[in-house]
């Protein structure tokens, strides 16, 4: 039995389809079992990172967990599930991480949280894999609303370049640490095949679309305003400007072989990942 958290979200929902597909038995926590619309193969458990109590029954019989937590709270979450899966006496895990918390100088919040929740999981004794991906290509469906009304991708550091990588890549190359010997004590940065900027990615959505796309640069502080608009807690939305911020330095732009090292094909491109998605981006 695997446990999958993060279990909603875009690289744990990834990382079930795989499972599934290879005939792997199936547990998944969320705090809304009701609205978690998980394939009825799942065995679905209501559980909260932040209640260690809750997370004992959900390790119960589990060999490996894949660990994807989110926000402020990931070192205190990171620690928790850990905790929990060793008591239980599981025999793996591969946290979901950041690519960024392999870059020496990078000291602002998102990789910093990162680096605490890697410490708490090796300080566990648990057997571990940690998976550091770059830039996701789905960030880009926070575009889909405004390329469907306007035909306009709105982005701060317009020409700061990220190795992208699809989340789907993320998820073979965790179920790959998960299942298969040869991965423990690993770190994994994953990436796409090649630096995009936002600015290139629109170009290419454009293409796919088959329709002109206009690239509109703005300011860090108006795309600051619009994650407080949408609901992002101030302290989260500092976090992911600070991290946007880093487009500009060279480090997000390093292509990394792992993706084909672990599994043994290419990754994805951003292309591919586009046309998959194209729908979003498609006024109904
Ligand atoms: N986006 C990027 O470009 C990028 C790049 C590198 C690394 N990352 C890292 O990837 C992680 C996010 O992964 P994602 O995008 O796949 O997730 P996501 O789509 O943001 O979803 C968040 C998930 O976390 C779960 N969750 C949040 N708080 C929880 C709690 N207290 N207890 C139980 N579950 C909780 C949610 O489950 P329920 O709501 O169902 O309970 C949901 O499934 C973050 O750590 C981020 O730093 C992101």
Same mark, same amino acid.
Not at 48 to 65: F, H, I, K, N, T
Not at 113 to 137: K, L, N, Q, Y
């Given at each position: 039995? +695997?446990? *999958?958290?993060?279990?909603?979200?875009?690289?744990?929902?990834?990382?079930?389809?795989?499972?599934?597909?290879?005939?792997?038995? *199936?547990?998944?926590?969320?705090?809304?079992?009701?609205?978690?619309?998980?394939?009825?193969?799942?065995?679905?458990?209501?559980?909260?990172?932040?209640?260690?109590?809750?997370?004992?029954?959900?390790?119960?019989?589990?060999?490996?967990?894949?660990?994807?937590?989110?926000?402020?709270?990931?070192?205190?979450?990171?620690?928790?599930?850990?905790?929990?899966?060793?008591?239980?006496?599981?025999?793996?895990?591969?946290?979901?991480?950041?690519?960024? $918390?392999?870059?020496?100088?990078?000291?602002?919040?998102?990789?910093?949280?990162?680096?605490?929740?890697?410490?708490?999981?090796?300080?566990?004794?648990?057997?571990?894999?940690?998976?550091?991906?770059?830039?996701?290509?789905?960030?880009?469906?926070?575009?889909?609303?405004?390329?469907?009304?306007?035909?306009?991708?709105?982005?701060?550091?317009?020409?700061?370049?990220?190795?992208?990588?699809?989340?789907?890549?993320?998820? $073979?190359?965790?179920?790959?640490?998960?299942?298969?010997?040869?991965?423990?004590?690993?770190?994994?940065?994953?990436?796409?095949?090649?630096?995009?900027?936002?600015?290139?990615?629109?170009?290419?959505?454009?293409?796919?679309?088959?329709?002109?796309?206009?690239?509109?640069?703005?300011?860090?502080?108006?795309?600051?305003?619009?994650?407080?608009?949408?609901? *992002?807690?101030?302290?989260?939305?500092?976090?992911?400007?600070?991290?946007?911020?880093?487009?500009?330095?060279?480090?997000?732009?390093?292509?990394?072989?792992?993706?084909?090292?672990?599994?043994?094909?290419?990754?994805?491109? +951003?292309?591919?990942?586009?046309?998959?998605?194209?729908?979003? +981006?498609?006024?109904?």
């Amino acid at each position: 039995m +695997f446990l *999958v958290t993060g279990a909603t979200g875009t690289v744990g929902r990834a990382v079930i389809d795989r499972l599934l597909a290879a005939d792997h038995p *199936v547990r998944a926590i969320t705090r809304r079992p009701e609205s978690a619309g998980l394939p009825a193969s799942v065995e679905v458990v209501c559980a909260d990172l932040a209640d260690p109590g809750s997370l004992s029954p959900a390790l119960a019989g589990v060999r490996g967990v894949f660990a994807a937590t989110a926000g402020t709270e990931i070192p205190t979450h990171d620690a928790n599930l850990a905790a929990a899966a060793v008591a239980a006496g599981v025999e793996r895990l591969v946290k979901l991480s950041s690519g960024r $918390a392999g870059d020496e100088a990078a000291t602002d919040p998102i990789p910093a949280w990162h680096r605490a929740g890697e410490r708490a999981v090796r300080a566990s004794g648990i057997g571990w894999t940690m998976v550091r991906p770059m830039g996701f290509m789905s960030n880009a469906l926070h575009w889909a609303h405004s390329v469907r009304e306007t035909g306009t991708v709105r982005a701060p550091f317009g020409q700061g370049r990220i190795a992208v990588v699809d989340p789907a890549d993320i998820a $073979a190359v965790a179920v790959a640490a998960l299942t298969e010997p040869g991965h423990a004590g690993e770190i994994y940065t994953v990436t796409g095949p090649q630096p995009l900027s936002p600015r290139e990615q629109t170009e290419t959505l454009a293409e796919i679309l088959g329709r002109p796309l206009r690239f509109e640069e703005i300011s860090p502080e108006r795309a600051r305003a619009e994650l407080l608009r949408v609901g *992002v807690e101030p302290a989260m939305a500092a976090a992911i400007m600070a991290l946007r911020a880093t487009a500009l330095e060279s480090f997000t732009s390093v292509v990394h072989p792992t993706v084909e090292h672990v599994t043994g094909r290419s990754p994805r491109t +951003f292309r591919e990942w586009a046309f998959d998605h194209r729908n979003s +981006f498609t006024a109904v």
